[in-house]
C-alpha cells in the first residue's frame, strides 16, 4: 500500500511541476512577446510542457496540464476571448497530437509541428466564430508561424527527452 501512495504523491507531484513549467514559460513568453508583422504569432512556449509530459508521462497527464495552465492563465492574465482563443487552440492541438503520437510515436518533430499548426487553426476557428467573419487572408501566416513554432518545441523537446535527464518515470 505505501508503494502505491509514494507512486501516487509522486505522480501528482511530477505534473504540478510540470503545470507549473507550463504556466511559467507562458508567462516568459508574455512578458518577451516579440513584435511580429502577424499578430497572434508566437512560439508557443508552454506547449513545449505539453509535448514534453505527452511523451515522459502519458497523454492524460498532458491533458491536466493543458487545462491547469489554461486554468492558471485565465486566471493570472486572461479575458475572456484570450480565454476562448486558448482553449480552441489547446485543445485541437492537442487532440491531433494525441492521434499523431499514436500514428507515428517516434516522430516527435513531426506531432510538434501538426500541434502547432492546429493550435493556430483552433484559434482561427474560435476567432471566426467571435468576430463572426472568416479571416481567410490570415491561414497562410498561422500555418507558417505553427511550423516553425512547432519545429522549435519539437527540436527541444526531443532534446530533452533523449538528454538522459528525464530516464526515470515518475
Not at 497530437?97 to 509541428?113: D, G, Q, R, T
Not at 472568416?134 to 512547432?150: E, R, T
Amino acid at each position: 500500500m505505501s508503494n502505491q501512495k509514494n507512486s501516487s504523491a509522486k505522480k501528482v507531484a511530477t505534473v504540478s511541476i510540470l503545470i507549473a513549467v507550463a504556466f511559467v514559460l507562458s508567462w516568459i513568453e508574455l512578458i518577451m512577446s516579440i513584435a511580429t508583422p502577424i499578430p497572434g504569432i508566437k512560439i508557443g512556449l508552454a506547449n513545449l510542457a505539453i509535448l514534453f509530459t505527452m511523451y515522459y508521462c502519458g497523454e492524460q497527464d498532458a491533458f491536466m496540464v493543458l487545462i491547469g495552465r489554461l486554468i492558471l492563465n485565465a486566471i493570472l492574465f486572461g479575458n475572456v476571448n484570450s480565454l476562448i482563443y486558448s482553449v480552441a487552440g489547446g485543445i485541437l492541438s492537442f487532440i491531433v497530437m494525441v492521434i499523431c503520437k499514436k500514428l507515428f510515436p517516434k516522430h516527435i518533430v513531426y506531432i510538434s509541428i501538426t500541434g502547432g499548426v492546429f493550435h493556430n487553426i483552433g484559434q482561427l476557428i474560435a476567432a471566426s466564430i467571435v468576430m463572426n467573419t472568416f479571416l481567410s487572408w490570415y491561414v497562410p501566416y498561422l500555418i507558417i508561424g505553427g511550423i516553425f513554432a512547432g519545429l522549435f518545441n519539437g527540436l527541444v523537446c526531443q532534446r530533452l527527452l533523449s538528454s538522459g535527464w528525464f530516464s526515470n518515470k515518475h
